[in-house]
């Protein structure tokens, strides 16, 4: 019974000091004006004036060449692709023709060796 | 020396869209105009997230470099105030994360024992305009638990709470519905309770 009540006023205890808390939402201290606000802010203007990239040449180049850059950069893949197979292609065409001419010089492709082994 | 007095009354009584039309144009004074007419407000929206008066004129200025750069962009779809204080609850929050990051970073370093002196200095407490010690300390117990919410919610109660926002205002702030910024708000509201319910749980 004694532990139920003093469970009970330690609620109210700590519900008191939330509401006290919550009370601080309402008595919120608004900041004084500031004379030299609007000095500081020429200053400020002055130097992002003297920083500023003109933001129209940046926004037209965005605007126009990132469709084309997108399209040479395909068009640059496309190309080194076609060199890298046609590359493959003609060396494997050379290694045939290497190939054979060796084999033409030692005369590996004479049938009257196959006749002789399959004979013997 | 009149001319000019005039000049500057004359706009700032402008309506939002002669102002961006007059900001647009180069006209003498209009930006001016603008920023003096947002900036308390803008000031105060940062304040409200980052909880630090000098990190909140930072970015308040940010803000304002934001307005000047893009305002050709402003399309006018949603109203020039609405605009404003959506770029200076981005911004507030891109500081946040930046923070976050820089904290867990540090904790990284130091679990690996890479010193960083500068990690070692702590921000003075004196930041916090609370002059009472106590009042001050449940401002950071607070504060500690609504930077545990999630980002939306913590955005609908930190507009309406700390700035004053209408519902309707930070409806078309967070680009929602009005139904949808009361269910947050409600639901941060819950969440703050229980977490400051565990906090006081464990620490009284």
Known sequence: MNRHKMKNERKEQIDKEVEK????????????????FYTRLQAQ????????????????IGRHFRPAFLVLLLLLNLVSALVVFQNRNSASNSQTANISSFADEYSINDKSYDEYFTNN | ??????????????????????????ETGAFQSLVEQYQDRVINTCYGFVRDREDAKDIAQEVFIEIYQSLEKFREEAKL???????????????????????RMGQFKKLFNIDDVAERIEQPSGNNPDKNMEARERAQILQQAMDRLPENQKIAITLSKYEGFSNKEISEIMNTSVSSVESLIHRAKVNLKKKLYRYYDKHL
């Not at chain 1, 203007?45 to 037209?60: D, E, I, T």
């Open chain 1, 21 to 36: 808390t919550l009370q601080q939402l309402d008595r919120f201290e608004r900041l004084e004006n500031d004379p030299f």
């Open chain 1, 45 to 60: 203007l002055k130097s992002a004036r003297n920083q500023h990239v003109p933001s129209g040449l940046l926004s037209f």
């Open chain 2, 1 to 26: 020396m009149n001319q000019s007095l005039s000049e500057a009354l004359y706009i700032s009584v402008m309506e939002d869209a002669e102002l961006i039309r007059a900001v647009k144009a180069g």
């Open chain 2, 81 to 103: 105030s609405t605009w404003i204080y959506r770029i200076s609850v981005t911004k507030s929050l891109d500081f946040l994360r930046r923070k976050n990051r820089k904290k």
